[in-house]
């Protein structure tokens, strides 16, 4: 069994990176059911992410999405992030809700629209330049609905020509991250449909573009776990959009639908000793809480990472590898399940005293009353949301 000390030290290094979109309203095409107390602006959102990291100890960094978080003094935000304890993360564009993008956007047959594309990715290169964030996060919706509505191997070169484009641009200290997606809102192909395709771009760029696994985002019965250690070998896992789901892309609470894969694939992150941030994978949640309170839900999602995380650092490697070069299947099983089944809330709450916060973080933050407060000030303005 390995040491509680390094388990509770690599627990209280690692870093989840929350989504700044999940504290406002959010939906599906049927209905966006508005909660009191939604942020009205990003300076908001920073506050909410805030109260996630005061009370988990373990979430100092908030993402935003460009234009749900556009101000006019993107230095201010982050001082104002940094003011409250945590910091602006990466910087998520967003090529897919202006009318022009109806057949794509980097990806789209008219070279004018492919331009008005490429210079909203430049601009969030400038954003990151203000905000002093490393990674450039791109999701494209770009792809087709019904056979022989625009060539795919066309498509691929001009998604190739505007990340070479965007690559350029980067400065030093600066990743691109591409995410992946299976379908939707495309329903024929998806011109980034999996972690092959966003591979080979990411390959034919260089050192500093990286894939990100979105855990919605591949067909059902997909062996994710397999995805991640594939990337970890080719040196190319950037990052997680962590979330779970039962059928799509629900962006239900990670490890909400299915904690075992969580538990598996953290086991892959772990083994490749990838859990340290000095490694470079980005841990982030990509959520929407249409039902639930987003603040308690985000800091739910934080320890359902934690859990996953702590069983993976509790598996005995050794007598792992040990089995499994005996060829002794149930042992090697047995190995692993015996870290799943083991309940880390105890060692957890240890952790969080050490760490000088409650042993239940959704608990305390209810009782801070925090949440009324909101409601009662976040009168007036617009809440925030996707502005689909
Ligand atoms: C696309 C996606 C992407 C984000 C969006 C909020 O489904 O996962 O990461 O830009 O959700
Ligand atoms: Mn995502």
New binding site residues.
């Given amino acids: 069994m390995r040491d509680l000390t390094a388990v509770k030290d690599a627990l209280k290094n690692h870093q989840i990176e929350l989504?700044s979109?999940a504290f406002g309203n959010s939906g599906t095409r049927f209905k966006v059911f508005g909660q009191p107390g939604v942020p009205r602006d990003p300076f908001e959102k920073a506050d909410d992410a805030a109260q996630v990291h005061q009370y988990t100890g373990v979430a100092p960094v908030m993402a935003v999405?460009i234009p749900w978080d556009k101000v006019d003094d993107y230095a201010a935000l982050s001082a104002h992030a940094k003011a409250n304890g945590i910091r602006i993360g990466a910087v998520?564009?967003?090529v897919?809700q202006d009318d022009d993008y109806k057949l794509g956007s980097v990806c789209h047959p008219d070279p004018r629209v492919r331009e008005k594309a490429l210079a909203h990715l430049l601009e969030c290169v400038d954003i990151m330049d203000m905000t002093g964030s490393r990674d450039l996060?791109l999701?494209f919706?770009d792809g087709t609905n019904y056979p022989g509505q625009d060539d795919i191997a066309a498509r691929q070169d001009r998604m190739a020509e505007a990340l070479a484009a965007v690559y350029q641009r980067l400065g030093g200290h600066q990743r691109m991250l591409l995410?992946y997606?299976l379908f939707?809102p495309s329903f024929y192909t998806t011109d980034v449909p999996d972690w092959g395709t966003a591979l080979l771009h990411c390959q034919a760029l260089g050192e500093a573009a990286q894939v990100?696994v979105?855990t919605?985002?591949h067909a059902p019965g997909v062996n994710i776990e397999v995805i991640v250690a594939l990337l970890l070998k080719a040196g190319k896992l950037g990052g997680f959009?962590f979330?779970s789901r039962f059928y799509a892309?629900d962006?239900l609470m990670v490890g909400a639908a299915d904690p075992f894969q969580l538990f598996r694939i953290m086991h892959e992150v772990v083994k490749a000793g990838a859990l340290d941030p000095g490694y470079g994978v980005a841990f982030m949640l990509?959520q929407?809480h249409n039902i639930e309170a987003k603040i308690p839900a985000q800091i739910r999602s934080v320890m359902n990472v934690q859990e996953a995380v702590a069983k993976a650092l509790l598996v005995d490697a050794a007598a792992l590898r040990a089995a499994q070069l005996a060829g002794d299947v149930l042992e090697a099983n047995a190995v692993l399940m015996d870290a799943y089944n083991t309940d880390v809330r105890p060692l957890l709450a240890e952790l969080r005293a050490e760490m000088g916060l409650a042993p239940d973080p959704v608990r305390a933050y209810l009782a801070s009353g925090y949440g009324e407060k909101i409601v009662a000030q976040r009168v007036g303005g617009s809440a925030a949301g996707?502005g689909a």
């Fill in positions: 989504p979109w999405h998520n564009a967003n897919f996060k999701w919706a995410e997606k939707e990100v979105d919605g985002h959009d979330n892309d962006d990509d929407c996707w």
